[in-house]
């Protein structure tokens, strides 16, 4: 199961922290991913984490804006996402990557960047 | 890779067949011999499921009405009697050339 958190209304420029809970996988045997939805459209893929958390990947249009990390000890993934802009407003998904795609989604939290 | 999903819109009677097109713009098979496209659902208001891995492999308790297949660059998804619960959006996405990871626009299932 995975929980996502920390969604919430932020101006432009502004910062948000998200956060996943995992349970029921043995976490840090996993690449995780986070996957974002803007309202009344399609998925887009937003950035990965190795299971150890040594490597992480990133779309083009979060780069130098977007972090994320994982704390193996307690389950958890995140999303630290700096300078934001309008066009991030979107439900954010965690996702455990399994075969390179990925299986089970977080409920998602909602990111609404607004001034 | 662009994946371009046709038809973008769908109307099925119950009990009939529905079929999804995916096609990439590079072949997805991967230099160790597999081909990364999946399937998932999205009903309305909830998160993704996925359905279908590897083109025809499928996730744990998917109805077998549910199945995938194709090569190369086409793919299909295909339903043999649509369901009441089958309603919503479908989207294939490939991990074989990641980053970035890309999903088709979506197709919208609905009942006539």
């Known amino acids: 199961q995975l929980v996502e958190s920390g969604g919430g209304l932020v101006q432009p420029g502004g910062s948000l922290r998200l956060s996943c809970a995992a349970s029921?996988?043995?976490?840090?045997?996993?690449?995780m991913s986070w996957v974002r939805q803007a309202p009344g459209k399609g998925l887009e893929w937003v950035a990965n984490i190795r299971q150890n958390g040594s490597d992480q990947y990133y779309v083009d249009s979060v780069k130098g804006r977007f972090t994320i990390s994982r704390d193996n000890a307690m389950n958890l993934l995140y999303l630290q996402m700096n300078s934001l802009r309008v066009e991030d407003t979107a439900v954010y998904y965690c996702?455990?990557?399994?075969?390179?795609?990925?299986?089970?989604w977080g409920q998602g939290t909602l990111v609404t960047v607004s001034s | 890779i662009v994946l371009t999903q046709s038809p973008l819109s769908l109307a099925v009677s119950l009990g009939q067949p529905a079929s999804i097109s995916c096609r990439s713009g590079q072949s997805l098979v991967h230099s160790d011999g597999n081909t990364y496209l999946s399937w998932f659902h999205q009903r309305p208001g909830q998160s993704p499921r996925r359905l279908i891995y590897?083109?025809?492999e499928r996730d744990s308790g998917v109805p077998d009405r549910f199945s995938g297949s194709g090569s190369g660059t086409e793919f299909t998804l295909k339903i043999s009697r649509v369901e009441a619960e089958d309603v919503g959006l479908y989207y294939c996405m490939q991990g074989t050339r990641w980053p970035p990871y890309t999903f088709g626009q979506g197709t919208k299932l609905e009942i006539k």
């Open positions: 996702a455990r990557v399994s075969f390179t795609s990925f299986n089970p």
């Open positions: 029921g996988f043995t976490f840090d045997r996993y690449w």
């Open positions: 590897m083109v025809s």
